[in-house]
């Protein structure tokens, strides 16, 4: 798989942990059968694909790491890129995975139990194999390029510069920014309650 999305804000990690019920399966469960891929939700861009190991979906949460240390929930079994357009409450983000800004168009790959989130001449590697003695690799998906070589022969990409993760100050500026919503939604029910009380 290697999907192309727009430049922006993104969150990566497990889509079911940080999108709205009626988003992760009203539209991407009942429209998409939670198929890998990369779906356009209310004009904004989601790729998704499931990780290589066995998952048993009874398992609260597993963890998965990229090659910089940085840890991602995962409880569906499945690791996606989704624009924070499509997230309500962000603090969730930073909760379960991380958020990342690319000022170029990003791939979202998976090949042979990797991922690889790559934007300009930067990249972000997760790999998703836990158990490499009863790995099939031979039945796993491989992304080639143009002459049938496997990707991990021609990316042409490096991790020892991280792509640009939103540092604690824009962090805290979603989660104040969520805090906003829920004293205005707050201030407007107690409105609401006083005026039906009179």
Same mark, same amino acid.
């Given at each position: 798989?290697?999907?192309?999305?727009?430049? $922006?804000?993104?969150?990566?990690?497990?889509?079911? /942990?940080? &999108?709205?019920?009626? !988003?992760?399966?009203? !539209?991407? $469960?009942? /429209?998409?059968?939670?198929?890998?891929?990369? %779906?356009?939700?209310?004009?904004?861009?989601?790729?998704?694909?499931?990780?290589?190991?066995?998952?048993?979906?009874?398992?609260? =949460?597993?963890?998965?790491?990229?090659?910089?240390?940085?840890?991602?929930?995962?409880?569906?079994?499945?690791?996606? &890129?989704?624009?924070?357009? &499509?997230?309500?409450?962000? =603090? /969730?983000?930073?909760?379960?995975?991380? @958020?990342?800004?690319?000022?170029?168009?990003?791939?979202?790959?998976?090949?042979?139990?990797?991922?690889?989130? #790559?934007?300009?001449? #930067?990249?972000? !590697?997760?790999?998703? @194999?836990?158990?490499?003695?009863?790995?099939?690799?031979?039945?796993?998906?491989?992304?080639?390029?143009?002459?049938?070589?496997?990707?991990?022969? %021609?990316?042409?990409?490096?991790?020892?510069?991280?792509?640009?993760?939103?540092?604690?100050?824009?962090?805290? =500026?979603?989660?104040?920014?969520?805090? =906003?919503?829920?004293?205005?939604?707050?201030?407007? /029910?107690?409105? #609401? #309650?006083?005026?039906?009380?009179?």
């Amino acid at each position: 798989m290697n999907e192309t999305l727009h430049p $922006g804000s993104y969150f990566l990690g497990d889509a079911s /942990l940080v &999108l709205e019920d009626k !988003i992760y399966n009203g !539209i991407y $469960g009942e /429209l998409y059968h939670y198929e890998n891929g990369l %779906f356009n939700i209310n004009n904004a861009n989601f790729a998704i694909h499931n990780v290589a190991t066995q998952f048993d979906s009874d398992l609260q =949460k597993d963890k998965f790491f990229d090659t910089k240390g940085r840890s991602y929930n995962i409880k569906s079994g499945m690791i996606s &890129l989704v624009s924070l357009e &499509l997230i309500e409450n962000k =603090k /969730l983000c930073t909760a379960n995975g991380h @958020i990342f800004e690319f000022d170029h168009p990003v791939n979202f790959i998976y090949s042979h139990g990797t991922f690889y989130i #790559k934007s300009n001449k #930067k990249v972000i !590697i997760i790999n998703t @194999i836990y158990d490499f003695e009863n790995y099939d690799s031979d039945n796993d998906e491989h992304c080639l390029d143009e002459e049938g070589h496997k990707i991990e022969h %021609f990316l042409d990409a490096s991790d020892s510069e991280s792509i640009y993760e939103l540092s604690d100050d824009e962090n805290d =500026k979603y989660d104040e920014e969520d805090e =906003k919503e829920e004293i205005q939604d707050n201030s407007l /029910l107690e409105r #609401k #309650k006083t005026f039906f009380n009179k």
